[in-house]
């Protein structure tokens, strides 16, 4: 896999370590989300953990309220992680545009978050970056959990972490 594989097409994101932008596979037509990490910016600010953890993590876990990793790649300079796109947006939008959901709105996104989340736990991990920007919306309005860079995996039962 390469990027030369995809089409780029969009600008949907920018972090502090990454950036991401909607891509279609040229072989398939389709639509992915894909998350570019320069190594020097990782190498610099000490989190390459951080983005090998969050690869780790999207290629083992499977569920309809969390994306999905299809591919991940590299090049000398920059990390590729290949994820799901969706079109709905970020939660915080859908917020700020609202300024607030009815409580019928709020349970319902709280409940898909907390099975989400249920299935982080049940798999020893923590997510620890809970906030509307990372919660994207499908066509249909559900949630999917997105950005594990600052997520631990493989914790066991009472252990507590040591890092912030």
Same mark, same amino acid.
């Given at each position: 896999?390469?990027?030369?594989?995809?089409?780029?097409?969009?600008?949907?994101?920018?972090?502090?370590?990454?950036?991401?932008?909607?891509?279609?596979?040229?072989?398939?037509?389709?639509?992915?989300?894909?998350?570019?990490?320069?190594?020097?910016?990782?190498?610099?600010?000490?989190?390459?953990?951080?983005?090998?953890?969050?690869?780790?993590? !999207?290629?083992?876990?499977? +569920?309809?309220?969390?994306?999905?990793?299809?591919? &991940?790649?590299?090049?000398?300079? $920059?990390?590729? %992680?290949?994820?799901?796109?969706?079109?709905?947006?970020?939660?915080?939008?859908?917020?700020?545009?609202?300024k607030r959901f009815t409580e019928l709105q709020a349970q319902f996104f709280i409940c898909e978050v907390i099975l989400a989340i249920e299935h982080l736990h049940s798999n020893n991990i923590i997510y620890r970056d809970l906030k509307p920007e990372?919660?994207? !919306?499908?066509?249909?309005? +559900?949630?999917?959990?997105?950005?594990?860079?600052? &997520?631990?995996?493989?914790?066991? $039962?009472?252990? %507590?972490?040591?890092?912030?």
């Amino acid at each position: 896999m390469r990027v030369d594989d995809f089409d780029l097409l969009a600008v949907v994101g920018k972090g502090s370590y990454a950036k991401v932008l909607q891509v279609r596979k040229k072989d398939s037509g389709k639509i992915y989300a894909m998350k570019i990490l320069q190594k020097s910016h990782l190498v610099a600010r000490n989190v390459v953990a951080h983005a090998l953890a969050e690869r780790k993590i !999207l290629a083992n876990l499977k +569920h309809p309220f969390i994306v999905s990793l299809h591919y &991940s790649f590299q090049t000398h300079d $920059k990390l590729y %992680l290949v994820v799901d796109y969706f079109n709905g947006g970020e939660l915080f939008y859908h917020l700020r545009k609202a300024k607030r959901f009815t409580e019928l709105q709020a349970q319902f996104f709280i409940c898909e978050v907390i099975l989400a989340i249920e299935h982080l736990h049940s798999n020893n991990i923590i997510y620890r970056d809970l906030k509307p920007e990372n919660i994207l !919306l499908d066509c249909d309005g +559900h949630i999917r959990l997105t950005d594990f860079g600052l &997520s631990k995996d493989g914790l066991k $039962k009472g252990v %507590l972490t040591r890092t912030f």
